[in-house]
């Protein structure tokens, strides 16, 4: 999809100098306006100053957690918001994507990946889907009429799974967290309840996947959720 | 004598020798008696004097000699009783037979006759007779008596000394010794050891439960390092005896003993018992503090040696990366295109290799720090399989990777996290170790008593030697012929990884060639699943 990104401004909260300077220099080569901010305390300025397209945030910043700037961030707009973190922080990642974060990406991160989800966390937002059906693979989902079909042929999913699919494509391109999944699906009670997810992710993934072994559509991000990836690029 | 030597309170896997020792001690211990000063008792003696008398005068009665005869018969009968009985008795036996002699046979008989000069001298050497073997027969038994006390506390000694040598752990020692103790003084003994702390601990083996009271004279026994309490000047209302347990001029205990409530002083003898108790328990007490010193000396050189293996191998995993990037970002500049690529290509592998070290070294870091807290959840075996592939990335990408997870297969309670780091490691293991374009295989499946889920990474490369395979799950150790590279982490991490979600990993052979890991998780059973319109 070609989604133009010369207008797209991105905020880079991060503390480290070096950090900065590179993403400014890869961001600004890929035709994004760039801002920088080295603390959460200029950070929620830049914020409120003027909004980007979507912000870098990272979680160990020095005055403050990014955690919180998140959710100060969330209580009146839904910018895109992807956050980095770094290895060992599992817990962190998951607050942060709890919090509201579109998506994560551990350091050290490759540059073609970040750009990658930059590009998808800003389709999301400018929405292409106004019709009423999404296509992805071999799989057509007819959102007006509840219908899903493969290589034009009727399937079956039970209202569980069809409702877990929706939520997919309306998160498309972003990382849910099991938490957020099972409350919108199985209500605040059944948060920690992992085992009804899998056991629906399984008999999801397959009906719609190719290969159960190698999903390509609904990925599993290791102890965060679940990532649906409507257009998987062919080198995954 | 009878000591109870409890055979079954003896730890089964204590040596055989405490056994035997206990059991030769248990016949050649003094006990109770020992402790009593025995009242042998003077009355039989003295009933045996009268009998013996009395059975003199009446056969006498009958035999038809001189009275001289019998004023003999009883001088005789005064010596031999003089080897038999004790002083006082024999004493009684020289009034006994003179009276006898004078009342039934000088006549007239059966009363008392005045004596000639002759008859008075007779009846003198009764009391002579009387008085120097009463005297002798005393000495001897009472050498006999030391001698025996003596030899019983030698024997003593010996046998604690060969039981506490016998002991394989100061624990067991003690235990041994208390027992012994408790036999040996037939009553209470305790043990009391000095904790880390400075204060007294009580070894559990103790058959004496000390009140405040008694430890706080255990304390001053220990303090001023002199015996305290009973049948000592110091303290000796108390109820036990304390002795400290010295060695050279530092107190490393005290040894407490309770005696039967009958006995109210003690002998020389039995205090040196006491003593050499306590002094062959000090002994056992300070080899232990030597041995526990001595064990510490070596794991400080141990942990040293790891230390500086470590420094050694982490500063050279550290800097070949390093080297790579600089040397190929100082050639960056170049004009030539092709070139440009591959040192790009050098840079990425050095910054991968770089990343994976770091990793690794972070999770060692975890694991021993006792920082790792798994997260356990729900997970699906073909999701932490296809998560580790992707962490692996292009390592394997010149492989074929058959994966193969049964159908059915429940869920498995995990860190996923973890097993993507442990299985990611193991495919990297695969990649590393064998040869390149070889095939790698990763299986999943129940195993047959439906117990535990199998998860196996399994190569074609040379395999893994049975005595490799013991040793290969501790870190920094590296097969032999293992490639340039990496610290020998990986295989300590999968362990330390898996075992810390309550699992095992273990190595073998594969079928056909080449070494298989497998990974076992115990099955757990989750929930029903709500809303299940299947």
Redesign the interface.
Known sequence: MSTDPTRSEVLVIDDEVQIRRLLRMTLEEAGYAVREADSARVGQSELLRHLPDVVILDLGLPDQSGVEVLRRLREWNPVPVLILSV??Q??NKVAGLDAGADDYLTK?FSTGELLARLRALLRRIKPAVATSSFRFGRVEVDLAHRRVAKDGQPLRL???EYALLQLFITHRDKVLT?RQILREL?GPNSES????L??????LRRKLEED????RHFQ?E??VGYRFVSEPSEA? | MEIPVDSAAIPADSDRAVRSALAELATAMPGREYWQTRPVSMARECAEVVGVVAAIAFAGWFVPVSYHFFGYVYLLTVIALSLRVGRWPVLFAAIVSAVTWNYVFIPPRLSFSVLDVEDSLMLGTYFFAALIGGQLTARIRAQERSERSREQRASALLHLSRALAAAPTLDEAAAAALRQADGLFAGQTALLLLGSGGSLVPHPAGSFALSDRELAVAAVALQRRQPAGRYTCHLSAAEAMHIPLRRADVALGVFVVRLPAGVTDLTAPQRDLIDGFAAQIALLVEHEHLRAAGEREKLLAESDRLHRTLLDSVSHELKTPLAVLRSAVEQMETDDPGKRARLAGEVSTA?RRL?HL??NL??QT?LEGGALRP?L????V??????A??AVGDALAHRSVD?E?AAGLP?VRA???L??HVLANLLLNAALHTPPGSPVRVSAALDPAGTHIRIAVADRGPGISGELAAELFQKFRRGPQAPAGGLGLGLSIVKGFTAAQGGDVTVGPEPGGGARFTVVLPVAA??S???D??
Do not use: K
């Not at chain 1, 309840?193 to 009804?196: D, G, I, L, R």
């Not at chain 1, 159960?212 to 999903?215: H, Y």
């Not at chain 2, 073909?382 to 998560?387: E, I, M």
């Open positions: 290895f060992g599992e817990g050290p039970t209202s569980m099991h199985w309840q992992t085992h009804y899998r056991t629906y992710m399984l008999r159960l072994d190698a999903p599993t290791s102890g995954a | 910054m990343d770091v990793a972070l999770n975890r997260q959840d729900w997970c699906d073909r999701d932490l399989v296809g998560a592939r992707r994966v997870i869920l860190d996923a996290v097993m993507e989750h929930g699943i709500p809303n319109e299947h």
